[in-house]
């Protein structure tokens, strides 16, 4: 912790260690500091704070909230490096990715300050002549985010901005793995001069006590929730009960298509941003590679040699550009993969070790079918999985075959093939030609079991924005 310079970042950090959760380093496992584990009462007055708290936030103009929005999103990029290192310390992922990821997240929070300013309601032609018409958008209320350790500001910030900006306060349970940049970029927004108890963070090992407390909280109007298909169904059942507005950003299964007429050396650039971003451990990786048989021996030569090029190591060393997985069971995870794909058939044609640690080696696998298990489930690991195909019409059966509907990538030059295969992806997202899709102006989320709503871009408010519909009677 010695190279962080602004020490207020760190206020999280607990020395008394009765009812803490340890934060550790994924790249060693050494200890980085201690966070309050916080019981059911605490996050209960947390969110009656909350509650208190927003009804004097709604009244204030947009203009006044893009104000302190705009300063928040000035003391992040100020204090980008120092978030970078918290970031790499606990996530692992290397500082040229921590910062990338800072600088992702305060994004979401200059789009929102202004998207603020733009929460427009309508007037509507009346059917009746002494009737006019309108409606105007308003906070919903206390919003709620569960959010994953794989990007600890930007899955904050991407919530927490349009929440914020649309006149709602905000309580977040980040990850317990990386708990100490919630923290921070909410220390920096109290420095911006944000109320308290708008933004407030709660961490505790028992998930499942805080998923309860939120989705069953009468005081809690909005959920939003980034992780696991399987989590985010628990969510939904749990938050029926009071009928709470939910977003969900799920699990994915992303195709990367490489077509006979595609730009190889792109496609290996794109497939090698694709899915070895953050290890490989993001929703939106590339997971399994379908390629065209005219292209197949080159792509995989080229893929392959790129991929050995990769350096793996501590995130905080010059070099690295992949770190360590997030945990044990995240090894074990793709290395039971890894096994069942070479008993099914598969072959390495690149990496395939266990470097020791939490460090795995990126993977190329070749002889892949589309039927095996490591081609069905989400890696969110540095293996991928390459599988050849001859005909269009098969390939988008393939590509489509699956529960998850996130993000999908294919590499083509025919403009009547770009606009027939990017309408057939049954995908939220579609990159043509781009391994790297995701940015504040554009509308983020998925389709089929890959969730519910749309976050950043002008979509990302309405989800905490409720439109109110206001009739003038007898005029
Ligand atoms: C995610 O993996 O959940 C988010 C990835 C992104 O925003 O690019």
Known sequence: MKQIKNHTLLSALC???????????????TLIGHVQAHSREEVEATILRARDAQKAWAKTTAKQRAAI????????????????????????????ESRGEVAYGASFVQWFA??????????????????????????????????????PIAMITRKAAPALAAG??????????????????????RQAGLPDDL??????????MIGDVFCNS???????????????????????????RVSMELGGNAPFIVFDDADIDLAVKGAITSKFRNAGQTCVCANRFYVHDAVYEEFVHKFSLAVDELTVGNGLDDDVVIGPLIDDNAKLKIKSLLDQALQQGATVSAGGDDLGGQFFEPTVLTHVSHSMDIVQAEIFGPIAPVIRFSDDEELIEMANDTI??????????????IFKIAEALDYGMVGVNEGVISTEVAPFGGVKQSGIGREGARQGIDEYLNTKYICLGSM
């Open 15 to 29: 020395d008394n260690l009765d009812n803490t959760i340890a934060v550790t380093n994924p790249a060693d496992q």
């Open 69 to 96: 929005l705009m300063r928040w999103y000035e003391l992040l990029m100020e204090n980008q490096e120092d978030l970078a290192r918290i970031m790499t310390l606990e996530q692992g992922k290397p500082l040229a």
């Open 114 to 151: 202004e998207e603020g300013k733009r929460a427009y309601g309508e007037t509507i032609p009346t059917p009746l002549a002494d009737r006019r018409i309108m409606t105007i958008k308003q906070p919903v209320g206390v919003a709620a985010a569960i959010t994953p350790w794989n990007f």
């Open 168 to 189: 709602c306060s905000f309580v977040a349970k980040p990850a317990i793995q990386t708990p100490l940049s919630a923290y921070a970029v909410v220390e920096l927004a």
């Open 199 to 208: 933004l407030a963070v709660v961490t505790s090992e028992d998930a499942p």
């Open 218 to 244: 009468t005081h809690i109007q909005k959920i939003s929730f980034t992780g696991s298909t399987n989590v985010g169904r628990i969510l939904m059942k749990q938050s029926a009960e009071s009928v709470k």
């Open 404 to 417: 998850y509907g996130l993000a999908s990538y294919f590499y083509s030059k025919d403009i009547n093939r």
